[in-house]
T-cell receptor, first 113, second 112 residues
């Protein structure tokens, strides 16, 4: 069974631009969560989607948004990029029934210059 | 910011030694999990705990869900070089969502 796939692996953007990150969950997984990982703040929850609906949202500004498609694939968008948005963005999928059991992708390393 | 206090921040041990790390929270959690992250990869689930007092093993790893539901610990016995990495505790207050909070991680170095 293929794991969680995130694309692209690396991304370099400049301030003010916007970016879209993609995540393909494990086949059969209906829940997709997004996390931001930085050396200073660690892993922080962004949002979770289940069956195309945002089920929960972390404490991030509205510049961070996401969506989920009918095939469970998910995208995350960050608009008006700031230097502080530089981070590893991790996507995780789960069946949605087994509480907390997340399967993470390798992440997208975003650098904002 | 994070709600979980994980300690120690880092550990340098000799191969064969046992390791212990723990996590405490300011609120009650219904789920405790332990993940390991290797460089350039996402975290990988090691152990999931769902009941207060639960003790679960996965090979040389053993984790426990604290009785107060505000703490958890992870033990690694007879460490080997491939145990190197960052270990994260994670906790969840709700039952339905995957809005977990993560500890800051324990960076483990194992000297052969």
């Amino acid at each position: 069974k293929a794991g969680v796939t995130q694309t692209p692996r690396y991304l370099i953007k400049t301030r003010g631009q916007q970016v879209t990150l993609s995540c393909s969950p494990i086949s059969g997984h209906r829940s997709v969560s997004w996390y931001q990982q930085t050396p200073g703040q660690g892993l922080q929850f962004l949002f979770e989607y289940f069956s195309e609906t945002q089920r929960n949202k972390g404490n991030f500004p509205g510049r961070f948004s996401g969506r989920q498609f009918s095939n469970s694939r998910s995208e995350m968008n960050v608009s008006t990029l700031e230097l502080g948005d530089s981070a590893l963005y991790l996507c995780a999928s789960s069946l949605g029934r087994e509480r907390g059991k997340l399967f993470f992708g390798s992440g997208t390393q975003l650098s904002v210059l | 910011g994070q709600q979980l206090n994980q300690s120690p921040q880092s550990m340098f041990i000799q191969e064969g030694e046992d390791v212990s790390m723990n996590c405490t929270s300011s609120s009650i959690f219904n789920t405790w999990l332990w993940y390991k992250q290797d460089p350039g990869e996402g975290p990988v689930l090691l152990i999931a705990l769902y009941k207060a007092g639960e003790l679960t093993s996965n090979g040389r790893l053993t984790a426990q869900f604290g009785i107060t539901r505000k703490d958890s610990f992870l033990n690694i016995s007879a460490s080997i070089p491939s145990d190197v990495g960052i270990y994260f505790c994670a906790g969840q207050e709700t039952y339905n969502n995957n809005d977990m909070r993560f500890g800051a991680g324990t960076r483990l170095t194992v000297k052969p």
